[in-house]
């Protein structure tokens, strides 16, 4: 028997294997049309490739593969590759903390070897499908996978991009990760041109397409960091600096990553960095916390808290 029909049986007998918890000898042989002792054989090459199959004697006896101390490959029939992956698709939308990150890993594998045929079908089954649990802008699951593939690949990405001031220009970057802040994605990449790291919003790129060239991956700054750093100032006129009489852990509690930072300060005090257009808004957000705070910048957002407590005392006395 050559190589290729050995490795072929071996493969099937893993498939048997992960099918159901156990099977005899007698079942496996008939199954894969071969003597009991070629099927102790195959088990053994599963076993020097670290599946750990586990064996039982006496009449009752079989064969059951077992947990190992790694995840060793599976094998996947067409109906479980679909499913698998759309809940991988599902899933990339973010609704458990730190799972849309890993399910984008793994789908991007997934389509990476699934046949065309079955690519269709779970396109199909996905875009039939409704979820509640949605961010605040809904992001085509092509161009995550796309995104996800060239983070692990290390290669170039060239698309168009929309900027806040409404101009559209065509950006090569060198993708590092995604950011989900539960609210939008974000990826952060060395942009080409600008010769610097850059935050760009997934929801404002278009005709996203990986290209063959390759980097060598650089230093970069910690994603999560970098992306909250730029979401909670930069797209905003104003960005403030106050410091709340509370616990680190109860601020993070009330003000999102996306909304503010929230960094150790001293005796019982800490330090939140959060942004906004209108300095009457960015004042009441800060009282709605409802601990006592120190506005250390802007001046200006101490004056508009003292114009909105001036009004907030006569709507409390208007009317006696």
């Known amino acids: 028997m050559t190589v290729e029909a050995t490795t072929e049986r071996v493969l099937r007998l893993l498939g048997l294997l992960q099918r159901r918890p156990s099977w005899t000898a007698s079942e496996l042989a008939a199954e894969l049309e071969v003597t009991d002792r070629s099927v102790r054989r195959d088990v053994e090459r599963l076993r020097a490739l670290g599946y750990p199959v586990h064996a039982t004697a006496g009449v ?7 947990a190992g101390t790694r995840l060793p490959p599976l094998l996947l029939d067409d109906e479980e590759a679909i499913a698998t992956a759309v809940c991988l698709r599902l899933e990339s939308g973010g609704t458990v903390a730190g799972a849309g990150e890993a399910a984008l890993r793994a789908l991007a594998k997934l389509d990476q070897v699934m046949p065309p045929r079955l690519r269709a079908e779970v396109r199909a089954v996905y875009g039939a499908t409704a979820t509640m649990a949605v961010p605040e802008v809904a992001i085509d699951a092509e161009l995550l996978v796309t995104l996800a593939r060239a983070c692990r690949d290390a290669v170039r990405v060239r698309f168009w991009y929309t900027g806040r001031d409404g ?22 990449a060395w942009d080409v041109d600008r010769d610097d790291w850059r935050t760009f919003r997934l929801d404002r790129m278009r005709e996203v397409a990986a290209t063959t060239w390759r980097f060598r991956p650089r230093d970069h700054p910690d994603p999560v960091a970098y992306v909250q750093r730029s979401v909670t100032g930069a797209p905003y006129r104003y960005v403030a600096q106050v410091r709340v009489h509370a616990m680190p ?18 005796d019982g005090w800490c330090l939140l960095v959060t942004g906004g257009d209108d300095l009457d808004r960015l004042a009441l957000h800060v009282a709605w916390l ?8 802007p001046v200006e957002l101490r004056e508009a808290a003292a114009a909105l407590a001036r009004r907030l005392t006569a709507m409390a006395e208007a009317g006696g």
């Open 167 to 188: 101009g559209e220009r065509e950006r090569t970057v060198e993708p590092v990760r995604m950011v989900s802040t539960g609210r939008r994605w974000y990826l952060m």
């Open 60 to 66: 009752g006896g079989g064969y059951r593969l077992g």
């Open 290 to 297: 409802g601990f006592e705070v120190e506005v250390l910048e």
């Open 249 to 266: 852990d109860q601020v993070r509690r009330l003000v999102p990553p996306q909304v503010g930072r929230v960094e150790d300060d001293r």
